[in-house]
């Protein structure tokens, strides 16, 4: 129905930057909101992040100043800019979207299948 591919992590210094996107495709009438959450190990979900189809803007204390999140409505994808990375930003970064399907008024919560950020030097 509606799959989300996520892109962009990988390994990273201390200090420097990775830029993350999720784009979204299937079945799609509208996207609510879209973000990232993270789960590192032994840790549970959090949320880092989330946006509205009217650009309003949602961020953890944990990231805000360093990680940047913003959406392009018509490519229905979102990106997350992360700045100044920190050994305790590695985790999985999930990207998420609460859709409306074509010939519904239902929305739903789909999730990407998970990137992987490594911070170490």
């Known amino acids: 129905q509606v799959q989300l591919v996520e892109s962009g992590g990988g390994l990273a210094q201390p200090g420097g930057s990775l830029r993350l996107s999720c784009a979204a495709s299937?079945?799609?009438?509208?996207?609510?909101?879209m973000g990232w959450f993270r789960q590192a190990p032994g840790k549970q979900r959090e949320l880092v992040a989330t946006i509205t189809s009217d650009a309003r803007t949602n961020t953890a204390d944990s990231v805000q100043g360093r990680f940047t999140i913003s959406r392009d409505n018509a490519k229905n994808t979102v990106y997350l800019q992360m700045n100044s990375l920190k050994p305790e930003d590695t985790a999985v970064y999930f990207c998420n979207a609460e859709t409306v399907l074509l010939g519904t008024t239902t929305t739903r919560r789909y999730w990407g299948q998970g990137t992987q950020v490594t911070v170490s030097s």
């Open positions: 299937g079945s799609i009438y509208s996207i609510n909101v």
